[in-house]
């Protein structure tokens, strides 16, 4: 007789992707971010029986989509359909943007969130998918936050007329002795850049003609060396930066850069475009809230406003595609229907609160990595002011001369102010962090409200702002909440219907907190 023990079926396990990124190559060169996360994930796996097939790291920032690796991993997922789990550390790290929150709900995956001990999946309550909805917007807030405070740091570049960004054709970027990033004229282009200004200001010469002259005397891109259109020689002749001066954000400064042209050349070619290019431009003002918002369901053209006995507003199809028999509809209507909509996504003011401080619960993690991340800008700033402060005993003591002094001195001065200003970036994006996720619910908590009180313009953007793909046929209104408002209205309606004879669901009810 055989001595082997007889067992049931072995149960495969279950395989996964794994995906990490840190948003910068600075934090690569850390080196605590990635290894820190491979190591939480593949302990994750062994723990849980999990078999991860595939790694896929990304450093590069997450507010654009495209990250490379993360397109790789998402054709993994689309090419082999026995593998739908993904680990990934925490909600940040997979997606700061919607368009990739999107394509993952669309793969259907079951994504492992090990940090945060949440597992997200197509089973999961609609209220967990709410709050996990309500992290990837404030995620999105936090980066967000991020790309206004460098604004404000190129706003300020600008105040002191050096140009806040990358060098338009015809100059370079280059760091100046005092640390800065600032333009000069690039030796091989400038020159071509101001004969431009002068065949055009002739007034014999087209756009076209002046383009053809300068690829001949060697105009091309520096990085790619393509030719340059002419729709690039329109925008240099129309560039008032090659006059020494600049305009950033609907203002005009003056800058410390070399001009390449004089301000009268600049202003008689100007000239001579406007007399070559002249139109008429008309800009309009919504009147009426809906027009355009809402499609036909007979065609799929546009529903625009129409005013009726300077009194009424009634809304029609543009019959764009050829006459259309859906009649005309009172604007009183249409709201109705969105106030109905609107009134979808509101809660009571117990679950509110409730909702409210867990959110605010779970920020107390995210506090505490901006802390940590605080500390260590913070002990670079130290270790940086005892170099300077060593260095400048040496100077007194003659090991150094005084240039030497003045140069490094200078450099470690400027890592100093780098490490204040990620100091302030942290600081600021980590309390918008919380506040923009309290302002989302607030806002499905008062949208009914608010859209009765507002004006057209107003009301349009709230509806930008929730609803999408709506439209109008036989007298009903059909659209598209957008997330997570779509989350919280069937978490909402699920309340309604298991409400008491109070018509009330309390916020510890499972509907509201989940398992």
Known sequence: MSNEKKTGPMREPVKALLYARVSSKEQEKEGYSIPAQLKL????AVTNGITIVEEYIDVETAKQSGRANFGEMVKYFRKHPNVRTLLVEKTDRLYRNLKDWVTFDELDAEIHFAKEGFLLSRDSRSSEKFMHGIKVLMAKNYIDNLSEEARKGMQEKAEQGIWPTKAPLGYRNVTAPHG?????????VAPIIAHMFYWYVQGDMSLKDVAENARAMGLAYRRTGAAVPVSAVHTVLRNRIYTGEFEWKGRRFRGQHKALISRELYERVQGVLDGRHASKHRSTKHEFAFSHLVTCGHCGCSLVGERK????VYYHCTGYKGKCGEPYVREEVLEAEFLRVL??????????????KALRDSHDEQKQECEAAIQRHRAEWERLQKRIHAMYIDKLDGKIDDAFFRRMSAQWRDEQLRCEHEIALIDVADRDYLDSGVRLLELAHNA???F???????????????????TWQHGVLTTTLRQPFDLLAETAALAARLAGPDGAIPPGHPVWLGD
């Open 41 to 44: 994930l593949r302990g994750y």
């Open 180 to 188: 800065k990033k600032v333009i000069e004229p690039d030796p091989e």
């Open 309 to 312: 006995k300077r009194k009424y």
């Open 343 to 356: 009134g979808s996504i509101r809660f009571n003011d117990d679950v509110f609160e409730w909702v409210r």
């Open 448 to 450: 009914r409200r608010l």
């Open 452 to 470: 009765e009180q507002q004006g057209p313009e107003e009301k349009r953007k709230l509806l930008n702002f929730v609803v999408s793909n709506s």
